[in-house]
């Protein structure tokens, strides 16, 4: 629904996905113990000023707790965000989501969007009921960001941070300023509407490599990919249960297992040994950074491939796109 106090002639489109953002809670003012997602998009752009020659257009593509994102609300948001991206009018779009898992859609979306234009996730550490709720100011930020000329690919604004979609991870369970970007630190800054820039905006890779929307499968035929993170006392046991569990025929057998690794690409030799007996079954075999900065560098020994800069939960998101890519064009 488009917003009532707007007016304009370019759009921004306002996806409500829920999260804290949308939270309530029955006590008033409490900032824990509420229940995310129950607030309309629609409801939370209440009050909130529209950028001088822009409308607002309002719509809700899910409602849940971010912790619980699925494969089939990715679906629905990736056919959503193209249907309005490819409307020349939409100057780009605005993502109202949960923190929990936002670096996460925030990364599937660069990795599958063909469009440049500016996609913004907004959030919120309080709920809306909160005495001093943060999700105004951030969806007024993410508003902001989106109206501003040349702004690009997919960001997460919060606490007046903009961070791009590959570097970007919550970092604190608590303060108001929950995301970092590692030591690539973020892209830049609203300052009281305006955007400080520290450096380039993200692309997205799709816009990057063949300028076309990536073609998924129905989501209950998505690719499975599992994390295993090595760790001190580490065995093989849930890595071979996998293997088990694919050769037993189940229907949804898993394709790839991403390994946390401890340093540079480091594995405990129980999980590397374990590793291997994945990889001889046909499992997708990478290996991702448990540590927070930096990026893992190539090591001549490697024994699987490194998924360089990305986190585990991102190279899980990149490894499942590679193998949904492969088996089309199996196909
Ligand atoms: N559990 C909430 C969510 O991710 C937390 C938040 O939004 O801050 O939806």
Redesign the pocket.
């Known amino acids: 629904m488009t917003h009532p106090s707007s007016t304009g002639s370019r759009r921004i489109v306002v996806l409500g996905t829920?999260?804290?953002?949308a939270?309530s809670s029955p006590e008033a003012g409490a900032n824990l113990g509420y229940t995310?997602?129950t607030v309309s998009v629609e409801d939370l752009l209440g009050g909130i000023t529209t950028p001088k020659g822009f409308a607002l257009h309002a719509e809700q593509v899910a409602q849940?707790?971010?912790?619980d994102m699925d494969t089939a609300t990715w679906q629905a948001l990736h056919e959503r965000c193209e249907h309005w991206l490819a409307h020349e009018d939409v100057a780009g779009l605005v993502i109202t989501?949960?923190?929990?898992?936002?670096e996460e859609t925030a990364f599937f979306l660069h990795s599958v969007l063909s469009s440049i234009k500016p996609v913004v996730l907004a959030?919120?550490?309080r709920p809306s009921t909160a005495l001093m709720p943060d999700g105004p100011q951030n969806l007024r930020d993410a508003l902001a960001i989106v109206a501003t000329p040349a702004a690009a690919g997919v960001t997460v604004v919060c606490a007046g941070e903009i961070h791009g979609a590959v570097e970007v991870r919550k970092d604190h369970p608590y303060r108001l300023d929950?995301f970092g970007s590692g030591d690539a630190g973020p892209i830049g800054y609203v300052e009281e509407g305006g955007v400080r820039l520290l450096r380039h905006w993200p692309p997205t890779e799709a816009s990057n490599q063949t300028g076309e929307a990536v073609t998924l499968p129905a989501v209950n035929r998505w690719p499975r990919v599992e994390i295993v993170l090595s760790h001190a006392g580490a065995s093989g046991a849930l890595i071979d249960t996998l293997v088990r569990e694919r050769q037993s025929g189940t229907s949804e057998p898993v394709a790839g297992i991403v390994l946390g690794a401890t340093g540079n690409a480091s594995l405990h030799h129980a999980i590397e040994q374990a590793a291997h007996r994945a990889r001889a079954a046909g499992i997708e075999i990478r290996v991702a950074a448990r540590c927070n900065e930096g990026r893992l560098l190539p090591t001549p020994e490697a024994a699987f491939p490194i998924m360089a800069a990305l986190s585990p939960v991102k190279a899980r998101i990149a490894l499942m796109l590679a193998l949904c890519r492969d088996t089309h064009h199996a196909r």
Do not use: E, F, Y
């Not at 829920?18 to 953002?21: E, N, P, R, S, Y």
């Not at 849940?64 to 912790?67: A, C, H, T």
């Open positions: 829920g999260g804290t953002i939270g995310a997602g849940l707790d971010s912790k989501h949960g923190t929990d898992t936002a959030c919120a550490m929950a």
